[in-house]
């Protein structure tokens, strides 16, 4: 069977796939149009976030039964499409969950220790000792918005760590163990020193943090969003921050640095984004692309037989 990969990927994958019979097509910097002309006849398409996977895209793919992400997030595949058409849609699942966790907790400390603010004027020569004064995570409450893999090891990191009190809000409260205690969405935003956000980019979810929900949030509150940046209203966000209603905001941003709202944000003293590394480890990488290969064969063997 024909596997096209469009994205930098672990070699791992490849090996994995090639050793498994596949014949493997690695092109990770392939255009849009060159995708929809290469995509006919390839049984399995592997992609990470810069490939965007939608209805043209599928409709090209006439021999098309897999299309794999190795990562978490589905935004960038018109998942609801593929699967109408028989087509099998997967993701790296908790492969990735460590090192999106890890990054999650040092965006909260450079919040709360005001690192990079302290960086940014030692570039400038100036000497901001004085006007840094942060504190301890120790005894602080966070509230976890998704306690799915990655929300539930930031909370466990958080209470077994740093001794903080940990609130958990999702959907269905009777898959939240402990040390997270399940809350309503109102109490984890009123009780919350840190709020931090793990929850999918959906319709449902698109904007879901808005100027309503950010009211009922503690004054001088943290934010850490390690989730799609769509996720929140930006507007509402930026508003909130200016007052100091929202004391600073930590996010690996999927929107890139020409975005006028990102331009807006990294504006302000009070706001850290990294560029979308939430998975950029080696580690999580080879963990993925092992995930994804070793699933990805078992998957096209069955739809062969």
Request: aromatic content about 4%; cysteine-free; overall charge positive.
């Amino acid at each position: 069977m024909r596997i096209l990969i469009t994205d930098p990927v672990d070699k791992a994958l490849i090996d994995v796939l090639k050793g498994s019979g596949m014949e493997v097509v690695y092109k990770p910097d392939i255009t849009h149009e060159e995708l929809l002309s290469e995509i006919g006849g390839v049984d399995a398409i592997v992609v990470r976030s810069r490939t965007k996977v939608r209805k043209d895209v599928i409709d090209a793919g006439d021999k098309l039964k897999v299309i794999a992400r190795v990562g978490v997030g589905l935004d960038n595949i018109d998942v609801n499409y593929a699967v109408g058409k028989g087509i099998d849609v997967i993701n790296a699942g908790g492969a990735t969950a460590q090192s999106v966790a890890e990054l999650t907790i040092g965006l909260m400390i450079g919040l709360v220790r005001k690192i990079y603010y302290g960086f940014n004027q030692l570039l400038k020569g100036k000497w901001a000792k004085k006007e840094i004064m942060g504190f301890e995570l120790s005894g602080k409450t966070l509230g976890l918005i998704g306690v799915g893999n990655i929300g539930s090891r930031v909370g466990r990191i958080a209470h077994d760590g740093f001794g903080m009190r940990v609130l958990g809000y999702r959907r269905n409260i009777v898959n939240i163990e402990p040390p997270i205690i399940p809350v309503d969405l109102d109490a984890l935003l009123a009780e919350s020193d840190i709020i931090s956000i793990h929850i999918p980019l959906n319709d449902e979810t698109r904007g879901f943090l808005d100027e309503a929900k950010m009211e009922k949030m503690k004054s001088g509150v943290l934010l850490v969003n390690t989730s799609r940046m769509e996720v929140i209203d930006i507007d509402a966000l930026i508003k909130n921050l200016k007052t100091g209603k929202i004391a600073g905001f930590a996010a690996d941003t999927n929107l890139k640095p020409e975005h006028p709202k990102i331009v807006e944000l990294v504006s302000l003293p009070n706001v850290v984004l990294t560029p979308h590394i939430g998975a950029q480890t080696k580690e999580a990488q080879k963990r993925a692309a092992i995930y994804i290969a070793s699933l990805l064969v078992d998957i096209l063997r069955r739809k062969r037989v």
